[in-house]
């Protein structure tokens, strides 16, 4: 016995997709494309099915406000990649991972006028690179780029409440808990 997947949506669903005119990075709506089609594509059991939840993806960006050509590329990639990834699934890492030590992490805010991160990558490819890997042992720079602090994240901090002397911190330095 077969089971097919065929796809359901609510008829009150408002579709409500981040806005082109938003503060997010351009990357930001590629892979809610990518991320969107990958869901779609595990879900329905026929390519016709897909094809029309990609379809009607790709509409409903556009009525949003979103350019159709930008959306046309950014369907087409994130379809090539899935169709890609089926046949050739990545190779499992086999390099040991880096240690804290050994990884520089820049935390960015995101600005739309702001650099970009390959900007910074340039900069610090040029004037630090030399430096950090030759006397500090840094092997990977990473620019995490994180949106900007909005009401919603104000609102809804959440904080870890911990037991006096069972920190979470204790734990991961490798240190005994004690109960």
Known sequence: MRFLRVPTQKPINLYQYLPPHSAHAPHIMKGVTYSLLR???HQNSLESDYIK????????LVARGWNPNVIKQYVLEADDCLRSMECNPPPPNQEPPL???EVALL????????IPKQQIRQLYNFHCKEVLEG???IQKFIVAVHGAPNIRSAVTRAKLIQEHGNEASK????EPIHI
Do not use: E, S
């Open 39 to 41: 869901q779609y594509k």
């Open 53 to 60: 939840q990609a379809k009607l993806l790709f509409q409903r």
């Open 99 to 101: 240690t804290n030590k």
């Open 107 to 114: 935390h960015w805010t995101f600005h739309p006028n702001d």
């Open 135 to 137: 006397d500090l042992g």
């Open 171 to 174: 734990y991961f330095a490798g």
